[in-house]
């Protein structure tokens, strides 16, 4: 019932920008911990970025300054603008959420969306 859908994803080139959004949708208690990965072909997937509730950012070493998350928690959406793109950047994203869909669950349950592909290419 619960759903995640990245979109945003497409093609761009070295130094571009590009910005990618992550829409939650079904019932919903609260979203909790929200994160971007990516996976690029023969490599394993990757934490990008991850965003708090309250706000409160993360970001892998290779895109800080780069990238930006952020989320607004009113209509269940997540955000990441990139920047200063590079090729090896070129990857799908996933968007990953940790939530409840019931107040009365004991514990979050981790939700993953279907990608959006990112290529970086002049």
């Known amino acids: 019932q619960v759903q995640l859908v990245e979109s945003g994803g497409g093609l761009v080139q070295p130094g571009g920008s590009l910005g990618l959004s992550c829409a939650a949708s079904?019932?919903?208690?609260?979203?909790?911990?929200m994160g971007w990965y990516r996976q690029a072909p023969g490599k394993q997937r990757e934490l990008v970025a991850i965003i708090t509730s309250d706000g409160s950012t993360n970001y892998v070493d290779s895109v800080k300054g780069r990238f930006t998350i952020s989320r607004d928690n009113a209509k269940n959406t997540m955000y990441l603008q990139m920047t200063s793109l590079k090729l090896k950047d070129t990857a799908v994203y996933y968007c990953n959420a940790h939530l409840r869909i019931r107040s009365g669950d004991p514990n979050p349950f981790s939700y993953w969306g279907q990608g959006t592909q990112v290529t970086v290419s002049s």
């Open positions: 079904g019932t919903i208690f609260r979203i909790y911990v």
